[in-house]
């Protein structure tokens, strides 16, 4: 269904598109000015897009690797992007090419050529569990936990150092935004250590990672717990090999409102051993 989401974005952006000073009247898009285009596109059309969804609009529109193929050229040749927008009534909003953007969604976290490798036993996963196996989310987040994928990261290759790490909830859904995963770490002093969250956004092995999706689970967990410190990962499945883990730098709470960009800290493929299904 994505052409058929690629006109309704057409259309919004059109609809506030002054040719003369070649800028847009209006960026943020609501959920209503969606459904509303989404019916007004339909009229005529033999197949239909559902207009009683629109808070997964963009999040469908985004995910994997096509991303870009499926905005409309048009808005790309302007060098407008749209950005999930979540709270408030919001969808998305069109948003500027930074300097230097030559695409409307590029993958701006690839797996590195020289990325390390680090072996990760996975014999310890019953069989039962293992024919489950599956390539959502879910499954990844699940293996991830019984295997000790992300203490493994912070023991062999952190940026940010930690005494401890442990494993708080999986698929936490909060008014914002939902992480996949989220863990308690502990640094400073032994006999007294402090407290920082750690965050994981997990992808199946053809999607990419969104950063503003990212960024909008650091804000959340400041948002939603007592820390001052955010360390935001992800985690996303090598097809045949195990994980990817993207370790990005630690977040401040000072500086959680006004973060808009990511940067990379430290990287890791964890291969499992033996291979695990769905992964």
């Known amino acids: 269904m994505a052409s058929l989401k690629t006109v309704v974005v057409e259309y919004l952006f059109d609809q506030h598109?002054?040719?003369?000073?070649?800028?847009?009247?209006?960026?943020?898009?609501?959920?209503?000015?969606?459904?509303?285009?989404?019916?007004?596109?339909?009229?005529g059309r033999p197949k239909q897009l559902k207009a009683n969804n629109p808070a997964n609009f963009m999040k469908d529109l985004l995910r994997g690797a096509n991303a870009s193929n499926n905005w409309p050229a048009s808005v790309a040749a302007r060098k407008f992007m749209g950005v999930q927008r979540t709270g408030d009534g919001e969808c998305f909003e069109f948003v500027p090419y930074a300097p230097g953007q030559t695409e409307p969604f590029p993958d701006k976290f690839p797996v590195r050529s020289n990325t390390p490798h680090y072996a990760v036993q996975s014999l310890s996963l019953p069989l039962a569990?293992?024919?489950?196996?599956?390539?959502?989310?879910?499954?990844?987040?699940?293996?991830?936990?019984?295997?000790?994928?992300?203490?493994?990261?912070?023991?062999?290759?952190?940026?940010f150092p930690l005494l401890e790490v442990s494993h708080l909830q999986m698929g936490i859904k909060l008014r914002s935004t939902e992480i996949d995963a989220l863990f308690l770490g502990k640094v400073g002093d032994w006999k007294n250590p402090s407290?920082?969250?750690?965050?994981?956004?997990?992808?199946?092995?053809?999607?990419?990672?969104?950063?503003?999706?990212?960024?909008?689970?650091?804000?959340?967990?400041?948002?939603?717990?007592?820390?001052d410190t955010v360390v935001p990962i992800g985690l996303r499945a090598v097809r045949g090999v195990g994980f990817y883990l993207i370790e990005f730098e630690a977040v401040k709470r000072a500086d959680a409102d006004l973060l808009d960009e990511l940067t990379v800290a430290s990287d890791a493929i964890y291969e499992l051993r033996p291979k695990v299904k769905g992964i």
Do not use: P, Y
């Open 17 to 43: 598109w002054d040719a003369n000073t070649g800028t847009l009247t209006k960026t943020l898009m609501s959920l209503d000015e969606v459904a509303d285009a989404i019916r007004k596109t339909n009229v």
């Open 129 to 159: 569990t293992k024919t489950l196996g599956r390539s959502d989310e879910t499954w990844l987040i699940q293996t991830a936990v019984n295997l000790r994928v992300v203490e493994t990261h912070f023991s062999v290759e952190a940026a």
């Open 195 to 227: 407290s920082v969250l750690i965050t994981c956004e997990a992808k199946q092995a053809k999607d990419r990672f969104i950063e503003s999706q990212i960024i909008h689970q650091v804000q959340a967990a400041f948002a939603t717990a007592d820390v």
